[in-house]
């Protein structure tokens, strides 16, 4: 299946987890991807991993909470590239603490990355992208952005913006050709959730020591035997970049395993 055979595509938070697995998936199926994280270790393990498909691969190191760093890696992104059809902006950080004991600057660093980081991406490739064939954004949400996740309001913040965001693009590029969707994550295993990737803050992903787990809820997947990997995102990802999801726009897409019922 060759739904990416000549489509230029760039993917955010490459070196690892999701993004590193629709680094992977897009590629597998022809795409052209420049592969762009704040990790050289983690775009260098991704570049292995692709193996075979590494002609087609070009990473980039960016910051996307940084908007100098973004507007030179957009553009190197598309000067390589010859033009750009994808964006996906898998990015992102986690960072969990009780929400009164939480610093302003750990909520300010969660939206500058998560939320602005993804604005960010998006402005600096709107030009290239209204250019561009089949023209599709595919962003990340989270489950926590619809279902209480405790101890995780400034993340879920973050996300829930990120939603918003999306349909409101969707809405004001739909007649210029630009689609906007978003995937909900949930119960997946990456390098966010269990702390091993690149992105993992100083503080660390994991709950503060005197968590109350009873408040986890909705963490369980319905169907399957645990967390899911993240190439279960990845496929989903890859479909709503491609044709296959050309009449998908505006909205987010759950993948959770049901656990969010």
Known sequence: ????????????????????????????????????????????????KASADADRLTTLVLDISDEASVRDAVASAVSVLGGLDVLVNAAGILRSAHSDKMSLADFNKIISVNLTGTFLMIREAIPALLGGNSAAVVNFSSTSATFAHPYMAAYAASKGGIQSMTHALASEYGKRGIRFTAVQPGSISSGMTDGSGASRSSVGPGLPADADLSLFVKLSPAIGEGYAGPETVASVVAMLGSDDGKFITGTEVRIDGGAHF
């Not at 697995?21 to 052209?32: I, M, S």
């Open 1 to 48: 299946m060759n739904r990416y055979e000549g489509r230029r595509v760039l993917i955010t938070g490459a070196g690892s987890g999701i993004g590193q697995a629709t680094v992977l998936r897009v590629l597998a199926e022809g795409g052209n991807v420049v592969a762009a994280d704040i990790s050289e270790p983690g775009l260098a393990d991704t570049v292995q």
